[in-house]
């Protein structure tokens, strides 16, 4: 494998992960919005959001190959490390189920920051 075609398996397996998470992190924060402790669920919606438009962005820039997808994936996978840990507090099975998907792309997101940085 070339390294060409090697950064294109890691950007492709990236975008997929980056996908799931952005899935999870909408379910979940719609999820906690129609619980009856949504108040309890207030920053697990605001991190939810925030990593689904940053997985989402990540996606479009790598989908292009675009340079400034390496430090986007940086902030990503803060984003979603971030969400991870909120998440991981929380009882609901939805946010357990976001939690991993979150670390997963975090994994996902830093080895595209390293690849280039």
Not at 73 to 83: H, I, N, R, T
């Amino acid at each position: 494998m070339t390294a060409t075609q090697s950064r294109n398996s890691q950007l492709e397996a990236c975008i997929e992960d980056c996908l799931k998470c952005l899935r999870e992190c909408e379910y979940c924060a719609t999820a906690c919005l129609d619980s009856d402790t949504v108040q309890i669920m207030a920053d697990c919606i605001k991190l939810c959001r925030d990593c689904a438009d940053l997985c989402d962005i990540c996606v479009r820039f790598m989908a292009r190959n675009s340079d400034l997808c390496v430090e986007l994936c940086a902030v990503c996978a803060q984003a979603c490390d971030l969400c991870a840990a909120e998440c991981e507090k929380l009882d609901p099975d939805y946010c357990k189920k976001c939690a991993e998907s979150c670390r997963r792309c975090a994994e996902s997101c830093r080895q595209i920051a390293k690849a280039k940085g």
